[in-house]
C-alpha cells in the first residue's frame, strides 16, 4: 500500500456500517477511494396483495416499505442518483456488481450504461432450491442476475481468473453460477424466529464475487447492508469494507453478525494469481543481467538448439527471432511459448529459462 493509499483509506470510516440514506452518506465519502461496490438495491417488486401456498399459509415475501415506489420513474430516479454517487466514489479501476430479478435488472443496466460504467458480463445466479410458483401461472423463479461492470471502458478491473477456475476444479467458471439460497444456519432470525432479512444473500455468492474481483486490503462498499453479508465475507477473506444501511433494525443485526465473524489466517488468503497479471519480464533483460550470455545455446524438448544473440533474439539453422518465433518455426507450429519450450545446460542439467524469468519477478515484489 503506498503512502497516497494509505492516507486515502484513513479518511475512510473502514470497516463500518454507516447509518443514513445511501446517496447522501456516499456523496460525503472521499472520491475515488473504493475498489469494489457490490449493490442489492430494492427490487421494486410491485406486489398486489398476498401470496399464499397450496395449504393456505402466508408465503413470507418483500413487501417492506424501502421496496416501494410511486411509479417506474420514482424507480429511476433513485437508481439513476445512487449509480452516480457509486461511480464517483469508484477508484479509476475499480468495479461494480449489481444484483437484481426480472423486476429491475433491465432498468438498472440501462441506467448503468447511461452513467458511463462499461458492462464486462452479466452473470445468473442459478438457485439450486429456489421456492416454488404456488400459483401455477408462471415458470418457478429460479435465477436473479447480477451485472458486472468496470467504472469506465478503460479501467483495468481486478478478475483473478486462474483463482475462480481453481474454485471451480481445474475448469474456466462460467457465467451461471448454480448456488443455494440463504437457508438453514446461515438465515438470520429475529427474536420472533422471522427471517430478519427477506431477501438475505447466501455467503456463498459473495465469495466467488470477492475471490474474483478483489485483492486483500482492496475497500469494498455496500450501499445497501442490510444484514451484513458483504461485510462478513469481506471480513473473513481479509478485504476492508463500509456498509451503509437506513433501517436500524437491519444495522443492528449486522454489527452483531460482523462481531462475531473472524478473519482467515493470512496463509488462507493467497488466491491463485493469473499469468497475465505477473509483471512481463522481456527475455532481452535476461541477457542484459547476464543470467544468459549471448553465444549461450538454448535446448528445445527435442534437443533442437539455438544460439542467444547479444539483442535477446535467438538463431538457428532454420531460424532467427524471438524465442517465441524460433520455437514454433523449429515445430512448424503458429505459435509458442518459448519461456517453456526452451531450457539451457547448467552443472550439466536442463534448466527451463523461465525459472530465470521468476528469480527475475521475484525480485520485483
Known amino acids: 500500500m503506498t503512502t497516497k493509499t494509505r492516507k486515502e483509506a484513513q479518511k475512510l470510516p473502514l470497516n463500518q456500517v454507516l447509518d443514513g440514506d445511501c446517496i447522501k452518506v456516499m456523496n460525503s465519502l472521499p472520491e475515488g477511494s473504493v475498489d469494489l461496490i457490490f449493490a442489492d438495491p430494492p427490487y421494486n417488486l410491485q406486489l ?41 466514489l469508484l477508484k479509476p479501476h475499480g468495479a461494480i456488481w449489481v444484483i437484481g430479478s426480472y423486476h429491475n435488472i433491465f432498468r438498472v443496466g440501462a441506467a448503468m450504461q447511461n452513467e458511463g460504467y462499461w458492462i464486462l458480463n452479466d452473470v445468473v445466479w442459478r438457485k439450486s432450491n429456489p421456492m416454488p410458483n404456488f400459483r401455477g401461472k408462471r415458470f418457478t ?30 475448469i474456466q467458471m462460467r457465467s451461471d453460477w448454480v448456488l443455494p439460497i440463504c437457508t438453514g444456519h446461515e438465515r438470520i432470525k429475529n427474536k420472533n424466529g422471522d427471517k430478519a432479512h427477506p431477501t438475505q444473500k447466501p455467503e456463498s455468492l459473495l465469495h466467488r464475487i470477492l475471490v474474483g474481483s478483489t485483492n486483500p486490503g482492496d475497500v469494498v462498499l455496500d450501499p445497501f447492508f442490510g444484514t451484513g453479508t458483504t461485510g462478513a465475507v469481506a471480513k473473513m477473506l481479509g478485504r476492508e469494507f463500509i456498509g451503509i444501511e437506513r433501517e436500524a433494525a437491519y444495522r443492528k443485526v449486522a454489527e452483531a453478525r460482523l462481531a462475531k465473524v473472524r478473519k482467515f489466517d493470512k496463509a488462507a488468503l493467497e488466491v491463485t494469481t493469473s499469468k497475465r497479471a505477473e509483471p512481463r519480464v522481456p527475455f532481452g533483460q535476461l541477457v542484459e543481467r547476464g543470467l544468459l550470455r549471448p553465444g549461450e545455446v538454448l535446448i528445445s524438448p527435442r534437443g533442437k538448439t ?38 539451457f545446460k547448467q552443472d550439466g542439467k536442463k534448466v527451463p529459462i523461465d525459472l530465470l524469468r521468476q528469480q527475475i519477478r521475484a525480485e520485483m515484489n
Open 141 to 170: 423463479n429460479a435465477h436473479e442476475t447480477m451485472i458486472w461492470a468496470s467504472k469506465a471502458e478503460a479501467s483495468k478491473y481486478t478478475f483473478n481468473y486462474e483463482a475462480l477456475k481453481a474454485l471451480n476444479e481445474g
Open 306 to 343: 539455438a544460439k542467444v544473440r547479444a539483442d535477446g533474439t535467438l538463431i538457428a539453422d532454420e531460424a532467427r527471432g524471438s524465442i517465441h518465433q524460433v520455437g514454433a518455426a523449429l515445430e512448424g507450429a503458429p505459435s509458442c511459448n518459448g519461456w517453456t519450450y526452451w531450457s
Open 48 to 88: 398486489k396483495g398476498d401470496l399464499h401456498r397450496p395449504d393456505n399459509s402466508k408465503v413470507d415475501a418483500v413487501d417492506d416499505a424501502w421496496d416501494q415506489f410511486a411509479s417506474f420513474k420514482a424507480y429511476d430516479t433513485f437508481t439513476q442518483a445512487w449509480l452516480k454517487a457509486a461511480r464517483r
